[in-house]
């Protein structure tokens, strides 16, 4: 009578264990499975933020030889405007001449320098923007940039011209940044990116 009894527990023993075998080999394919699901999640967005990558780079480069075909414009006609000045008899039109060189040659170096800006923000604070995206991810493209720019000190007239935007449209947009970045009323925006970054 006691063999039996041993048997049936010998076997309920190697059912049970059967059962609990099977459950964990459901458990490990359940995670397998989860964790395929949330790399190939992740293989997606990284996909599509790559995309998105080569668009910007795209559009920046485009950026850059159009500033550049515009920056050698300006020089060929500085060079222009200076053989004028030197083939001119008349004195007042040669310093009428002289003076648009000099602000042609101005503008020049300003544009120089507001397009050399993406290279330095980039140089200042590497993670900066990515800092506002994950901080404050409610604001645009267009109001970082705008953030990006008040780090590297600019003024808000040379914000208008870099963004090709009025007073209005800037200050517009300043004050979007300060509600979405809940900024009190008295402290400067400027201020506030600057001990942001």
């Known amino acids: ?8 527990t010998i076997f309920d023993f190697s059912v049970t264990l059967l059962i609990i075998a099977l459950v964990g080999i459901g458990y490990l394919q359940f995670k397998n499975y989860m964790y395929r699901s949330t790399v190939k999640k992740l293989k997606e967005a990284n ?45 007042e039109e040669a310093q009428k001449l002289c003076l648009l060189t000099a602000q042609l040659q101005f503008q020049i170096a300003y544009e120089k320098r ?8 980039r140089e200042v604070n590497p993670s900066f923007e990515s800092k ?20 590297l000190k600019l003024s808000i007239g040379e914000i208008m011209k870099i963004r090709n935007m009025s007073l209005e449209v800037i200050e517009s947009m300043c004050n979007q940044i300060r509600s979405k970045m809940n900024i009190p009323s008295g402290i400067r925006l400027e201020q506030f990116i600057q001990e942001l970054a």
């Open 1 to 8: 009578m006691i063999a039996p009894l041993l048997v049936f």
């Open 114 to 121: 507001l397009s050399e800006a993406p290279q330095k923000i």
């Open 47 to 91: 996909l599509i933020l790559e995309q998105k990558l080569t668009v910007k780079e795209e559009e920046l480069k485009k950026y850059r030889l159009d500033r550049n075909r515009q920056s050698l414009l300006h020089e060929n006609i500085v060079h222009k405007l200076k053989e004028e000045v030197v083939n001119t008899i008349n004195s």
């Open 132 to 151: 506002l995206e994950i901080v404050y991810p409610e604001l645009t493209n267009n109001e970082r940039e705008v953030c990006t720019l008040f780090l």
